[in-house]
């Protein structure tokens, strides 16, 4: 889906809690105004086991600001170029790039993986 303005807007905490649930640390996460132009959701997904480099589709946007990621088995992902070494991903969270993402790649494990993606930029 593509627009003329949009505003990514997320917020959470991360914290650690200790046997008396007491947080240490306990960061604060606030993103809420964002601006940018598309959005691309390819989600749910599901990406067949040992595939190497699976495209993640951006649509028309040429540089992601922000990428909302979720994954039920631990993937390896490749940002900006397909020729990078990669590094783990597992689970749910966000890559953020002021200067922006031109491309994402996934390669699975030995089993199939459910994905769902946002990209949001420009």
Known sequence: ???????????GTFSVHDAANVASPNKPIKDLNLSV????????????ATTTDFVVPFGAITSAKRIYIKTDQEVTLKIHSITETGFPWSGEGVLSSASGIVGLWITTGPNATNVEIVVAGD
């Open 1 to 11: 889906m593509a627009s003329s303005s949009k505003t990514v807007k997320f917020q």
């Open 37 to 48: 132009a598309q959005v691309q959701t390819s989600d749910p997904m599901c990406i067949t």
